[in-house]
């Protein structure tokens, strides 16, 4: 609340130093509704019944939150460098002081506002494909080299609908893959939240995988509804809404919990549940040497796993390839540099002794509807098979 009086302040500030009609109590009056209008949607959206009327408050606010991030970063920034310049014996303090200064000084941040918040908006709706190339020193039959696709994090609802997760699809469907993996964060908490459950199935189901559609849950395909990153209601134990296991089945897609499958009869390929959210009907998920402790490890073994966490752990039990999200790279600068510190591969390629770790920055968002200084993305991940006998 502090500082959205502490902007809303310097916002009338600055348009009164800019036009003398905003001194007037009429004119700080409607700037300050229009401010709690959007300051407040979020709000307004989160106690709303589903429908049209909450998604646009909902996209509202989704997008304040990214407008506000960096309104406090650059105004706050403005006013540090205006104090420490108030200091300095070398600068003319009149010209400081002046209604000059000031406005140039609200002109320079509104822009930088104005332009990291575009660009975010557009960024995030631009899907990449960023492509890696692995060896694996394992036999795989007659299989010598396969392209998997790996995309997290859609977070399909009330940010992510039908227009990006088609334009996913045909950035897979380019590439021509063997076999697509999900690693989690397919749902944004709240299934009423889709835009429309029925065309996203149709549209999923248009995936074209030569050995099939596999994936895993993560933290946020529970059911739950969220504000402003806090989750509210949902059972004690959290877990999946039956209507998100349904959709996946309806859309062609196999869910692993805690449990493999053989691809081609050669491959193994496990889905772990959320090492903090494990779903329903998991209590506590396997560890590294229970989920190989039955297997060949002679062959490949592949591991699609939200977050990603013991990878030492998982490279000691013999698993080949581990595919995670969940990071998002931050998503939104200064984030993109502060997850660095919190993930041994917060986004990218790592070997960890013989396995190879891919961490995608996640085809969605989840919160403010932005990227800045990280991409959304589906990674094309070439394995080669070179058995040394």
């Known amino acids: 609340m502090l500082v959205q009086i502490y902007i809303v302040r310097w916002l009338i500030l600055w348009l009164s130093a800019c036009r003398k009609e905003f001194r007037r109590f009429r004119s700080r009056l409607i700037v300050s509704a229009v401010y709690v209008f959007f300051a407040s949607a979020m709000g307004v959206g989160f ?3 589903s429908g049209p009327v909450k998604r646009f ?35 003319n303090q009149e010209k400081l002081r002046s209604f000059k200064t000031f406005i140039i000084s609200g002109i320079i941040c509104a822009v930088g506002i104005a332009v990291l918040s575009i660009w975010g908006m557009i960024n ?16 795989a039959g007659s299989i010598k080299q396969m392209k998997i696709i790996l995309a997290a994090d859609l977070h ?15 950035k897979m469907n380019a590439e021509n893959p063997d076999l697509v993996v999900f690693a989690g964060d397919i749902f944004d908490n709240e299934y009423d939240a889709l835009e429309d459950p029925e065309k996203l199935i149709s549209i999923l189901k248009g995936i074209k995988s030569k050995y099939g559609v596999y994936a895993c849950y993560g933290n946020h395909d529970i059911k739950e509804r969220i504000l402003a990153g806090f989750t509210f209601g949902g059972s004690r134990k959290k877990q999946s809404d039956i209507r998100m296991d349904e959709f996946l089945e309806k859309a062609g897609i196999v869910l692993l ?7 081609a009869d050669r491959i193994y390929l496990y889905g772990r549940p959320d090492r903090q959210r494990p779903g329903r009907g998991i209590e506590t998920r396997k560890n590294p040497e229970e989920i190989t402790a039955d297997m060949d490890l002679t062959k490949p073994v ?12 998982l490279a000691d039990a013999g698993v080949d390839l581990d595919l995670c999200g969940h990071t998002h790279d931050g998503q939104m600068f200064p984030g993109n540099l502060t997850v660095r510190m919190m993930w041994e591969n917060a986004c990218g390629y790592l070997k960890k002794g013989d396995m190879h770790n891919i961490v995608t920055s996640g085809v969605g968002i989840f919160g403010p509807n932005m990227r800045v200084g990280t991409i959304s993305e589906i990674c094309s991940v070439t394995v080669k098979f070179e058995h040394k006998k």
Not at 73 to 89: M, N
Not at 128 to 135: D, E, G, I, L, P
């Open 47 to 49: 106690f709303l019944p």
């Open 57 to 91: 408050f909902v996209k509202i606010g989704n997008y304040w939150l990214g407008i506000l991030l960096y309104t406090i970063l650059i105004v706050g920034a403005a006013d540090v460098i205006h104090v420490i310049l108030k200091k300095s014996k070398k600068i």
């Open 124 to 139: 995030a709706g631009n899907i990449r494909t960023t492509r890696y190339k692995t060896v694996i020193e394992k036999d």
């Open 156 to 170: 399909m609802g009330y940010n992510i609908g039908c227009d990006h997760i088609q334009k996913m699809v045909d």
């Open 257 to 263: 919990q805690d449990e493999s499958v053989m691809i």
């Open 302 to 313: 592949f591991v699609i796993d939200h977050q990603p966490k013991e990878l030492q752990e």
